[in-house]
């Protein structure tokens, strides 16, 4: 009876899990990332964003959802390619960790910034343990907030995470970070890993192009910052 009960519960989180599309998740993705940021002062510091090497979103991460306390989560990387600006989107899972603050069976909207290059190449290997394989950290809240802290001078990773309309940083001990190569299929209509997309010129799928916008409007710029831009539609 308890193996029914658990493959029951594996069956219903496969489900959850494919329950939308790779372009749905894309549109899920940007406009989590677009609703953070639009509050400065409750954002993450668009230096820090800047200065990143690449950016990951997970919309929507279930916890304890399915009866068995397993944490997952689907969402994309996108990476700077080589004319500094950002490159095309990458189908990432997460699955595991600590995520601070979340509740049984609650959603919780996940966003790291890799800080580095020994990050970004943690971020090119078919799957990687936070904590473990690359060090991470909880992220900054608001543009007050300096960027030369400890943890962003030391971190490869920086996280965030959303629940219940609240942010904060959170160090996501022990999550997986793996290649979304079914996702990345159905996005891109052929066979291409996470690796090829995020340091080729992949060209950017017409799903992508607002995600990729909103990221160059909040990344740091000079002499601005985001209370000087006009916050997107949504």
């Not at 279930?62 to 600006?85: H, L, P, T």
Request: a neutral charge.
């Amino acid at each position: 009876m308890r193996v029914l009960t658990m493959t029951g519960c594996l069956m219903a989180a496969v489900t959850l899990l494919a329950a939308e599309t790779a372009q749905e998740r894309l549109k899920e993705a940007t406009a989590v990332f677009n609703e953070i940021m639009a509050t400065p002062e409750k954002g993450i510091p668009e230096e820090l964003l800047g200065k990143a090497q690449c950016v990951v979103i997970i919309p929507g991460m279930k916890s304890g959802a399915i009866g068995i306390g397993g944490k997952y989560g689907r969402g994309y990387a996108v990476c700077r390619n080589q004319s500094a600006g950002w490159g095309a989107p990458a189908a990432m899972r997460v699955e595991g960790g600590s995520f601070g603050f979340q509740i049984g069976g609650q959603s919780t909207d996940v966003l790291m910034l890799v800080t580095n290059d020994r990050g970004m190449q943690h971020l090119l290997k078919s799957k990687f343990t936070l904590g473990a394989d690359a060090s991470v950290a909880a992220g900054p809240v608001g543009r007050q907030t300096s960027a030369n802290t400890d943890a962003s001078m030391g971190a490869e990773i920086l996280s965030w995470s959303r629940s219940r309309g609240l942010f904060a940083g959170v160090a996501l001990q022990g999550a997986t970070l793996r290649n979304d190569d079914e996702g990345n299929n159905e996005l891109y209509g052929k066979n291409l890993t996470s690796k090829e997309i995020l340091k080729s010129d992949v060209p950017p799928p017409t799903d992508a192009q607002p995600l990729l916008a909103a990221l160059s409007r909040y990344s740091s710029t000079e002499g601005h910052d985001a209370a000087d831009r006009v916050k997107p539609n949504r």
